[in-house]
C-alpha cells in the first residue's frame, strides 16, 4: 500500500518473468541449459540439491551493454536502484513473425508520460514460447527505433519484450546494430518477459528486476516484478 495524490493505493504484486526449467527456449534453439538434481531425500540422502547450468542469457534475462560493447557497464556494476522503475509503461503491437518493429508499429499516443523509465512492449508472441517459432521466428527491434524512443521518452532507462531477443533471427545484423545502438546509449534490455499477466488498463506502478550478479557479467537470467493496482 502506498500514497497516491489523494488517497491510499492499493497494490498487489505480479510476476513478469518466467520460470527457468529445461524447456526454455535459448536463442538460436541452443540446447545448452542443464538442471541436474545433485541429491534427493527420496533417494536417501539428507538435502535436496540441484547443479545449474546455463547461459547468461537464458530464460527471462537482462542485456547490459558489456554484451555488445567491450568498455560497456557490467551486470555487477549497476547500483540497486539502477534495477527500479517507478514510472513504466506498456503498450500492445500487432506484430508477425520475423517481423522487425519500427516507429511506425508504436501507438505513441500511449506514450504520455514525459517520464517514462521502462518501456515494455507486449506483443502476445510468448503465447508461442512452447514451440520452434518462438526462437525461430521471434519478431525484433529496428535500430532506427532508439532515436524516436529518446525523442519521445527522455528518461528511458530500459525496454522490455515478451519475445526472445531484440534481434530477430531472420534479420541478425539487424539485430546486432539495434543491441550496440540501444545497449551503447545506456539502456538496458529485458528479454523474454512475461507479460500475459499485465495489459494496458492495467496501472502498472512500478517494475523490479533482480539479475543474477557476476562478475563481468555481460547479462544475466532475471526475476522481474511488478506491482499494480489493486481496484
Known amino acids: 500500500m502506498t500514497w497516491g495524490?489523494?488517497?491510499?493505493?492499493?497494490?498487489?504484486?505480479?510476476?513478469?518473468?518466467?520460470?527457468?526449467?529445461?524447456?526454455?527456449?535459448?536463442?538460436q534453439g541452443?540446447?545448452?541449459?542443464?538442471?541436474?538434481?545433485t541429491s534427493s531425500i527420496d533417494e536417501g540422502a539428507t538435502s535436496n540439491s540441484a547443479l545449474l547450468c546455463l547461459p547468461s542469457h537464458a530464460g527471462t534475462h537482462v542485456d547490459v551493454p558489456y554484451h555488445f560493447l567491450p568498455d560497456g557497464k557490467t551486470v555487477d556494476a549497476y547500483a540497486p536502484e539502477d534495477w527500479l522503475f517507478t514510472s513504466p509503461c506498456l503498450v500492445e503491437l500487432d506484430v508477425k513473425p520475423d517481423q522487425l518493429i519500427h516507429q511506425?508499429?508504436?501507438?505513441?499516443?500511449?506514450?504520455?508520460?514525459?517520464?517514462?523509465?521502462?518501456?515494455?512492449?507486449?506483443?502476445?508472441?510468448?503465447?508461442?514460447?512452447?514451440?520452434?517459432?518462438?526462437?525461430?521466428?521471434?519478431?525484433?527491434?529496428?535500430?532506427?527505433?532508439?532515436?524516436?524512443?529518446?525523442?519521445?521518452?527522455?528518461?528511458?532507462?530500459?525496454?522490455?519484450?515478451?519475445?526472445?531477443?531484440?534481434?530477430?533471427?531472420?534479420?541478425?545484423?539487424?539485430?546486432?546494430?539495434?543491441?550496440?545502438t540501444f545497449l551503447g546509449n545506456g539502456i538496458?534490455?529485458?528479454?523474454?518477459?512475461?507479460?500475459?499477466?499485465?495489459g494496458v488498463k492495467d496501472n502498472l506502478l512500478q517494475v523490479m528486476a533482480l539479475p543474477l550478479r557476476f562478475a563481468g557479467g555481460d547479462g544475466a537470467p532475471c526475476s522481474v516484478i511488478g506491482w499494480v493496482e489493486d481496484q
Request: net charge positive; aromatic share 8%; with cysteine.
Open 5 to 27: 495524490k489523494d488517497k491510499y493505493i492499493v497494490m498487489r504484486m505480479i510476476w513478469l518473468s518466467h520460470v527457468l526449467d529445461q524447456t526454455t527456449p535459448l536463442y
Open 104 to 180: 511506425q508499429d508504436i501507438p505513441w499516443k500511449e506514450i504520455r508520460k514525459n517520464d517514462i523509465d521502462l518501456l515494455l512492449l507486449k506483443t502476445g508472441f510468448e503465447g508461442q514460447r512452447g514451440d520452434v517459432a518462438y526462437w525461430k521466428n521471434g519478431p525484433g527491434l529496428s535500430a532506427s527505433l532508439w532515436e524516436c524512443l529518446r525523442k519521445a521518452t527522455p528518461c528511458l532507462r530500459a525496454v522490455g519484450i515478451d519475445f526472445l531477443s531484440i534481434s530477430a533471427l531472420s534479420n541478425r545484423e539487424e539485430g546486432r546494430l539495434a543491441h550496440r
Open 30 to 37: 541452443a540446447n545448452n541449459l542443464s538442471i541436474r538434481k
Open 188 to 198: 538496458i534490455l529485458l528479454e523474454d518477459l512475461s507479460l500475459s499477466r499485465v
